[in-house]
């Protein structure tokens, strides 16, 4: 199994930065992503990582903006949020999958932090 415990939401003004920190136990997560979910939307990919720090991928509304990284023995995932919109506002949830085949889905999920961005 897999615990996936998320910190670092708050609120921050536009064109401000946060720093979101993802803490996982239990067993090796290979690749682990952020999701948001806005307010009446449907939860949303926002980026992913490997185990390693390579296969970076991200939504084309945070490329630029947003960055991911692993780091303490890939038992944290880290999602640097910079110049942000309201429309950035959210639920942020981090998510692992056990093995490198996308099929098998991210099965384990955070209990989320909530991001504000307003002035």
């Known amino acids: 199994q897999v615990q996936l415990v998320e910190s670092g939401g708050g609120l921050v003004r536009p064109g401000g930065s946060l720093r979101l920190s993802c803490a996982a136990s239990g067993r090796t997560v290979y690749r682990m992503a952020w999701f948001r979910q806005a307010p009446g939307k449907e939860r949303e990919f926002i980026a992913a990582i490997n185990w390693n720090g390579d296969d970076v991928g991200y939504a084309a509304s945070v490329k630029g903006r947003f960055a991911i990284s692993r780091g303490d023995a890939q038992k944290f995932v880290y999602l640097e949020m910079n110049n942000v919109t309201p429309d950035d506002t959210g639920v942020y949830y981090c998510?692992?999958?056990?093995?490198?085949?996308?099929?098998?889905?991210?099965?384990?999920w955070g209990q989320g932090t909530q991001v504000t961005v307003s002035s």
């Open positions: 998510a692992g999958r056990l093995t490198s085949r996308p099929s098998d889905g991210f099965l384990y």
